[in-house]
């Protein structure tokens, strides 16, 4: 999938995020946030300038978010992504009450609306993350022209084709007919089986 059929997934499939911030002391903060819309610009989303979490964003410029779907956990797509944000103030405001008409209930004039204001993610890096696929299924995506920094286990020219590192994989993600051998990025647990069993060092670990 590209870029903006991710973001439909977020805002249409699983709405309701969990989104990361830092307070003033540097340490992480959690709240429920629902992802309002999207386009190729980004998400967004809507807070009360009264809220600590309006302080966060405005004084960090970035959190990230995790979102989940499925009956259980063999069944789920998870979504993550972080990114820098900024406020666009009343722009857009109408627009998501009208996709989301249960904001009504809950600020029900203009009056209780007046303290709200819109934010748009315009920048980061994205994980999707489906475990109902067998193998697993992994894919990276960027946003606003972010670089696209390379995660997970890579074999190098060291290899010796030993197979050890086969044995170990959970998702049996690594092609053995070639050498080096390869690793499938997009089944890859990113687990570390195969790095810390390798005989040659020949695997790297890129983007932790």
């Given at each position: 999938m590209d870029t903006l059929k991710y973001l439909e997934y977020i805002v249409n499939?699983?709405?309701s995020t969990v989104v990361a911030t830092v307070d003033?002391?540097?340490?992480?903060?959690t709240c429920a946030i629902d992802m309002m819309d999207y386009d190729e610009q980004?998400?967004?989303?809507?807070?009360?300038?009264?809220?600590?979490?309006?302080?966060?964003?405005?004084s960090r410029g970035y959190l990230s978010?995790?979102?989940m779907k499925g009956e259980d956990t063999m069944?789920?797509?998870?979504?993550?992504?972080?990114?820098?944000?900024r406020e666009i103030g009343k722009e857009r405001l109408?627009?998501?009450?009208?996709?989301?008409?249960?904001?009504?209930?809950?600020?029900?004039?203009a009056a209780s609306r007046a303290a709200l204001t819109v934010f748009?993610?315009?920048?980061?890096?994205?994980?999707?993350?489906?475990?109902?696929?067998?193998?697993?299924e992994r894919a990276g995506f960027t946003l606003g022209g972010a670089e696209d920094v390379k995660q997970g286990y890579y074999v190098t020219d060291k290899c010796i084709g030993c197979k050890l590192c086969y044995s170990?994989?959970?998702q049996k993600c690594i092609d053995i007919s070639t050498k080096p051998v390869v690793i499938r990025q997009n089944n890859c647990l990113h687990c570390g089986n195969c790095f810390t069993i390798c005989p040659a060092r020949a695997i790297v670990k890129c983007g932790y």
């Open positions: 499939e699983i709405h003033d002391n540097g340490l992480p903060v980004g998400l967004y989303f809507l807070t009360a300038k009264g809220k600590k979490f309006y302080d966060r964003l405005m978010l995790t979102g069944s789920c797509v998870a979504v993550s992504f972080g990114g820098k944000v109408e627009r998501l009450f009208e996709k989301n008409p249960y904001m009504n209930e809950i600020y029900p004039n748009q993610i315009y920048e980061g890096n994205g994980e999707w993350f489906d475990l109902s696929k067998k193998p697993i170990k994989c959970p």
